[in-house]
């Protein structure tokens, strides 16, 4: 019978699509649309995680195109307006990235979702090089499990 997972790397998904600092705008956008994610790490050098880009990053260039920016700093926080004008991964991305590592529990995993109100986390080891991803539905396939798997756990 299969051990019931328990750690971040029993759940995790090892294949990330990602972009480097330097990435233009719409690469980002072309990258997500063609892979279908709504976020990415971003990384630096061999592959540490210095950020991550998401579609909330990419929006304030599209919802102050038509406007003048300095009639919404009075209701947005300044780094929408300045991600507004920004053109490479580096200037978009949410920093520092929230990450996570691979022997963490998935309720570690989880609060760290839930207090910092985000939907991923890029999975790192002890020097920040990327591992992997854990999303929302990656933590809640423990809950697929048949009933007789969650009893056995029980009687264990």
Same mark, same amino acid.
């Given at each position: ?50 950020? #991550? *880009?998401?579609?909330? +990053?990419? !929006?304030?260039?599209?919802?102050? /195109? ?5 009639? @919404? ?49 890029? #999975? *790192?080891?002890?020097? +920040?090089? !990327?591992?992997?991803?854990?999303? /929302? ?5 423990? @809950? ?13």
């Amino acid at each position: 019978m299969p051990e019931t997972p328990h750690i971040v790397s029993d759940v995790m998904t090892h294949t990330v699509v990602a972009v480097g600092r330097d990435a233009p705008f719409k690469e980002i956008v072309q990258t997500m649309e063609q892979w279908k994610v709504s976020a990415m790490p971003v990384l630096e050098g061999e592959g540490r995680v210095i950020g #991550v *880009v998401s579609e909330a +990053d990419l !929006l304030p260039k599209e919802e102050f /195109r038509d406007s003048d920016p300095s009639l @919404f700093e009075q209701h947005r926080r300044l780094s929408d307006v300045a991600k507004a004008g920004a053109v490479t991964a580096g200037e978009l991305m949410s920093t520092p990235a929230i990450t996570v590592h691979p022997d963490a529990t998935l309720a570690q995993a989880a609060r760290i979702m839930a207090v910092r109100h985000v939907k991923r986390l890029p #999975v *790192v080891d002890d020097l +920040d090089m !990327l591992q992997g991803i854990v999303s /929302r539905a990656d933590l809640l396939k423990v @809950f697929l499990r048949s009933d007789e798997d969650i009893e056995e756990e029980v009687r264990r």
